[in-house]
């Protein structure tokens, strides 16, 4: 495989984080939370969206889907 030094960099910075939270990644977001909270920062709580109920796309409604398969489709 190819060296890739960015790709290195960032695999050597992830160790380096995780070696203070003993390789437990989910530790170390429980933390990354906790600080975030305590920050007093705003946090965004957005909703989870669908296709159906953002009335982006309804089935009918874009002109590809209404054009008949060509021939040898069919």
């Known amino acids: ?3 890739n030094e960015i790709l290195d ?3 050597a910075a992830r160790r380096k984080i995780l070696e203070n939270y003993n390789g437990d990644t989910a530790a170390y977001l429980r933390d990354a939370q906790a600080r975030l909270e305590a920050s007093g920062r705003p ?9 159906r109920c ?4 309804k089935s009918g409604d874009s002109p ?11």
């Open 9 to 11: 960099e960032l695999h």
């Open 1 to 3: 495989m190819a060296c």
């Open 64 to 74: 590809v889907e209404n054009l008949s398969s060509p021939p040898a489709e069919r």
């Open 54 to 57: 953002s009335g982006a796309a």
């Open 43 to 51: 946090i965004w709580q957005g909703k989870q969206r669908t296709i």
